[in-house]
């Protein structure tokens, strides 16, 4: 590969020549408000958690969280309604952020997860009081204290309260709002490490076995740090190859309608870098979506992170992440289907299978509902590997109906306590239908709409994106995800079972009453779950017409 | 010089990176290898803004150098605080979940 003569001119400049000016960058604050609410929202938290007094820290963190995602979601509409999901879809910020149907339809169902998270995160009615008699959440008093040390007693003692963890969400949501809406491969990266890093922290944060949730931390830490360097590294090659990140400029390097150089036609002369690159990429997508061989994490962190962060990671992590995988196969990669569809065949359908068949195996609540959600990011891959209009919209449709069925049934998983905390395991929550009715009949709406039952959300979208999968060719993959969901069914029936036909233990849970905070947050996704069950039409329709990138 | 064998050592240092995040057990040198995995990411960007004449490579370098210092003040928070807890940062320590 030679080196262009002219290129020195970028960095080197003759000291007589004249000044050059720099144009200002065009931003359209308008069109990123949802983004810049969030962020906002996140910066004021920060400056709530450093000048307001401790006693006064809690209301104010959930008052402005909420207004930055009311205000986020009021943008969206607005957006949405001026026909920036549609007609006038375009790039703003100089061409780093794509305002379309699929990322203003995806920050839409971000900003709503947020809303029920930060409710569930408010909740301070499960723990019993501290001994001053000060309400307690699900966080560590102190975060920088070692578990078990007087320092901590004095901590809890005190009713100190982790408050921090409001803006730590709202960056992550604003990282989560950006990754999906990324339209150059930098952009995504950053957003991938906004949305990241506040996660991670989250995650060391609980309450109750604190030794559990750090370790959770260490290994999403480590793994989360590990993929996000196969991502960067892929990103290095696909700039290689095609001289520019943005998600426009590389399908055109791609399909080869690029104005050709010098520099472009010896990258391009060798396919290598093109597709090492978006391998690398790729490891680091799916293990944000938690597909397997990239899923050794999930279970982990979800049993040992804080069960209000499980909620939130498993729902908006996902939505944003297939987000990302979306944009990045169907915008910028169209050019190589054929040599990405074939992996991800083998992807889905390795997702489908281990993460049915492990699920059966699991004896505690929220390792089984991980394995859960495995199995749904390869029914989701389904979807994605359609590579039509339907796949686009199948997956937009999917994701907003999984994230509030998995909300919810984390959300109960918090209800379910002893002496120790939430009680976990699933051989305590034997008979709770016949102790508490409600609590079990709400799980169990949650389990079969997991199950993807007729007239819950999940039959909507797993028939959408199966159909999508049938119409594009991928046959077998549609009969492996009947197959795996009829496995999946049975181990989410077995828990329907346990919980109803067998007698309550003597020394069993009790269901705690929650505040109207996790009350709210249960109802919407019983909501939801019946709303996208029994009339899928308007969400598929607003689905569909959400479903065209722009680049 | 060529700058394609900037390349080559770009690739040796992540696998070398790559390499360390798999068979080292302290969590530390862990981190450390995953720093190696973002800077052999930075040579290699540098290396194609050379290749390509433009300057998007040495931009996003900047971007990285950025992220990989907010990386490291989170990663050592949390090594920190499993450090102090357990007095071991051996990655094989934190075992209480398994399948």
């Known amino acids: 590969m030679s080196v262009p003569d002219t290129v020195h001119s970028l960095w080197t400049v003759a000291a007589s020549s004249t000044t050059q000016t720099i144009p200002t960058p065009h931003i359209e604050y308008g069109q990123l408000s949802p983004m810049l609410a969030v962020f906002g929202a996140a910066a004021l938290g920060i400056l709530a958690e450093a000048f307001l007094p401790r006693r006064n820290r809690y209301w104010a963190q959930i008052g402005i969280a909420m207004a930055g995602l009311v205000g986020a979601f009021v943008a969206v509409v607005v957006l949405a309604a001026q026909g920036y999901a549609g007609t006038k879809a375009h790039l703003a910020a100089m061409g780093a952020v794509a305002v379309d149907g699929p990322s203003l339809f995806l920050q839409g169902t971000i900003v709503l997860i947020a809303v029920v998270s930060v409710l569930g995160f408010a909740e301070r009615h499960l723990e019993p009081r501290s001994s001053t008699g000060a309400p307690v959440d699900a966080f560590a008093p102190q975060a920088a204290t070692v578990p078990g040390s007087d320092a901590e007693k004095s901590a809890a003692r005190s009713g100190f309260a982790t408050t921090e963890v409001f803006p730590l969400t709202m960056f992550a949501v604003g990282g989560m709002l950006l990754f999906p809406a990324a339209s150059d491969l930098l952009t995504m990266f950053v957003a991938l490490e906004v949305f990241s890093l506040p996660l991670y922290l989250l995650c060391a944060l609980a309450r109750r076995r604190r030794l559990l949730s750090q370790e959770a931390a260490v290994k999403y830490f480590l793994l989360g740090a590990f993929s996000s360097a196969f991502f960067l590294f892929g990103l290095a090659l696909i700039y290689g190859y095609a001289g520019t990140v943005s998600i426009g400029g590389i399908a055109d390097v791609v399909s080869g309608t690029a104005t050709p150089t010098p520099a472009l036609a010896n990258t391009t002369a060798n396919d290598a870098l093109l597709l090492i690159g978006l391998a690398m990429l790729g490891v680091g997508l799916l293990f944000k979506v938690g597909a397997v061989p990239f899923h050794a994490w999930t279970p982990d962190v979800y049993q040992g992170a804080p069960t209000p962060v499980t909620g939130f990671m498993a729902s908006a992590t996902k939505v944003a992440a297939f987000g990302a995988t979306l944009r990045l196969l169907y915008a910028a990669f169209p050019g190589v289907t054929w040599d990405w569809r074939p992996v991800l065949w083998g992807v889905a359908i390795l997702t489908m299978v281990v993460g049915a068949i492990i699920a059966v195996t699991q004896t505690d609540v929220k390792r089984l509902l991980a394995y859960s959600s495995i199995a749904h990011a390869g029914f989701i891959l389904t979807g994605v590997i359609a590579m039509n209009k339907a796949g686009v919209s199948a997956v937009l449709f999917y994701l907003g109906a999984y994230s509030f069925v998995t909300l919810g049934a984390f959300a109960v998983v918090t209800l379910v306590r002893d002496a120790g905390g939430e009680a976990t395991h699933l051989s305590r929550w034997a008979g709770l239908g016949r102790r508490s009715p409600l609590v079990a009949a709400t799980f169990a709406l949650f389990l079969l709409a997991f199950a993807g039952i007729p007239l819950t959300s999940g039959f909507a979208g797993k028939f959408a994106v199966f159909q999508a999968a049938a119409s594009s060719g991928a046959t077998p993959l549609v009969i492996v995800g009947v197959l795996s969901s009829a496995v999946a069914a049975f181990f989410y029936i077995r828990v329907i079972v346990l919980m109803f036909f067998s007698d309550p233990r003597p020394d069993g849970p009790t269901v705690a009453v929650p505040s109207a905070f996790t009350a709210t947050a249960i109802a919407l996704g019983v909501l939801v779950t019946l709303g996208l069950g029994i009339l899928p039409q308007y969400f598929l329709h607003l689905a569909d017409q959400a479903s065209v990138f722009v680049r | ?99």
């Open chain 2, 1 to 99: 010089m060529n700058p394609v064998n900037y390349l080559y050592l770009a690739a040796l240092l992540f696998t070398i990176g790559a390499t360390g995040v798999l068979v080292r057990r302290n969590a530390i040198v862990l981190f450390m290898c995953v720093e190696l995995m973002l800077n052999a990411s930075n040579l290699a960007l540098v290396t194609f803004s050379r290749l390509h004449g433009n300057l998007d490579g040495q931009i996003i370098a900047f971007f990285t150098m950025v992220v990989a210092a907010a990386e490291v003040v989170v990663g050592l928070a949390i090594i920190v605080s499993v450090f102090r807890t357990r007095h071991s940062a051996s990655v094989d320590d934190t075992n209480l979940m398994k399948l």
